[in-house]
């Protein structure tokens, strides 16, 4: 959904490279949107609910916003924001309105500043000016389209030309949202709205509730997790659960890249684990011998692997304890690949069958270590700048410096990684004029010709993220 008050938004400044942009921003404009990973939930488009209000639907669960307005002083319970203990957080949904427009000038230069006022004009025709003095009309006119059928989840899915859209779920799910989405012609293999296996809460021992999640795994999938072969062929069945449900890739957020072989002392590792008497550096033995576990299974089901390292979860202690994960409290760290993907790479990097997608939180990693790694293994390719990075000035940096080592077809295209369901239209058209302001240069510099700019930005917005993910692929 191009902005059409603004044409030319982040299109470069130069007039020679601008025009060129525009030629080919206008080849992507309107193509489908392919989602491969993010963290819409699947209840949402299953029950088809109109949406509650305004703040309900874009301030409380974004932690972008969120985190901000903490960072200034706003306590997220006057966001909205649930506590872990129940304790009365505010739930007016105008006041909270209020709260976050009298704090919009905070947002200056952000990207949640474009996204939110993309999403205003573009999804919702709202084109009065966000400020102290708007907020009740803006508000008022938000709650006006809410209340709309078109405006159901469903219809703006249809709106938004989303061909697929991936949601992320725990092997522990039963996947019932799924399944009402299959019956309703959806989901399913090949459907528009598909699954991600995503094991973490399985798989680190860190989780608070690992060995109760083990336990519950076993009886989800009828196989005893008392021992470490049941264990995995509870994971396996699991796996074709989610295949049968349309997942076509699976998800792992490590704290590092790690990996690691364990051979037989993996059975002892998950036995003391499961007897509670797990042993310093266990935790992180375990996930990085699980993600050469995991690519074995990969290599027989065939789900593309994503490896999302990085992350210290709820580093802001305070806030996890009042609020839980997933609030804005997790914080990037150095990222190491080189060595630590090695024991992947050397029992299957040179297999084409495997397909490994790598994230990063850690940009310096960009040049010196992922490019190579990608533009160096079969089945290594790199996705799009995640999360603190997924910003216009980022995505530039992340085609000027992977392209030259690894190209543009070791990439694997957009992810919009949200849970904002509104916010994915602009996240999308970002990524696409970033491409086209690129590609731009390259022609201006006569280092590409245009007709071969041309069918690259189609390539990266449309192509490469169906083909990579496999979507189209299974019947
Ligand atoms: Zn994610």
Same mark, same amino acid.
């Given at each position: 959904m191009p902005t059409s008050t603004r044409p030319d938004l982040l299109l470069p400044a130069e007039p020679g490279q601008r025009a060129l942009a525009r030629e080919l921003y206008a080849l992507v404009a309107r193509l489908p949107i392919i989602s491969p990973h993010g963290h819409v939930d699947p209840a949402l488009l299953a029950e088809d609910q109109p949406f509650p209000d305004p703040s309900q639907l874009l301030i409380v669960p974004d932690h972008y916003v969120t985190r901000m307005l903490f960072s200034q002083g706003v306590l997220p319970a006057e966001l909205g924001v649930p506590t872990r203990d129940g304790t009365a957080v505010e739930t007016d949904g105008r006041r909270i309105w209020r709260r976050f427009a009298e704090h919009w000038h905070l947002f200056r230069g952000t990207p949640s500043r474009l996204w939110l006022e993309q999403t205003l004009t573009g999804v919702f025709d709202v084109e009065t000016r966000l400020t102290p003095r708007t907020a009740d009309e803006v508000y008022d006119a938000l709650s006006a389209k809410l209340a709309e059928p078109d405006f159901r989840p469903r219809s703006l899915f249809e709106r938004f030309n989303i061909e697929v859209l991936a949601t992320t779920e725990s092997p522990l799910d039963d996947l019932g949202r799924h399944a009402k !989405?299959?019956? %309703?012609?959806?989901?399913? /293999?090949?459907? *528009? @709205? @598909? =699954? =991600?296996? *995503? /094991? %973490?809460? @399985? @798989? %680190? !021992? %860190?989780?608070d509730d690992w060995s109760a999640n083990v336990d519950r795994l076993g009886e989800i999938a009828g196989e005893d997790t008392g021992t470490y072969a049941g264990y995995l062929a509870a994971l396996r069945s699991r796996r074709a659960a989610f295949i049968a449900a349309g997942a076509t890739s699976s998800d792992h957020g490590h704290p590092t890249a790690r990996t690691l072989d364990l051979g037989a002392d993996a059975v002892t590792l998950f036995d003391r684990a499961r007897r509670g008497a797990a042993q310093p550096g266990d935790a992180e033995a375990f996930r990085a011998h699980m993600l050469l576990e995991f690519a074995r299974m990969s290599l027989d089901d065939g789900l593309v692997m994503q490896l999302h390292p990085g992350a210290v979860r709820n580093h802001n202690r305070w806030l996890h304890a009042r609020h839980g994960r997933d609030v804005g409290g997790d914080i990037p760290q150095v990222t190491e690949y080189v060595h630590a993907l090695a024991p992947l790479l050397d029992a299957y990097g040179n297999d084409p069958r495997l397909r490994v997608v790598l994230y990063t939180l850690d940009e310096d990693t960009f040049t010196r270590e992922l490019a190579p790694l990608a533009g160096g293994y079969a089945a290594l390719l790199l996705g799009a700048p995640w999360w603190f990075l997924d910003s216009p000035e980022v995505l530039r940096r992340f085609r000027e410096t992977v392209t030259e080592t690894a190209g543009f077809y070791n990439t694997a295209g957009f992810v919009d990684d949200t849970r904002a369901f509104c916010s994915i239209p602009v996240r999308h058209d970002v990524a696409r004029r970033i491409d086209a302001g690129f590609l731009a240069r390259l022609v201006a510099e006569h280092r590409l010709g245009m007709d071969e700019a041309a069918e690259t930005i189609v390539d990266l917005a449309y192509r490469l993220p169906k083909q990579v993910f496999k979507f189209g692929e299974s019947s």
């Open positions: !989405l299959a019956a %309703d012609g959806w989901g399913g /293999p090949g459907g *528009r @709205v @598909v =699954t =991600t296996f *995503r /094991p %973490d809460n @399985v @798989v %680190d !021992l %860190d989780f």
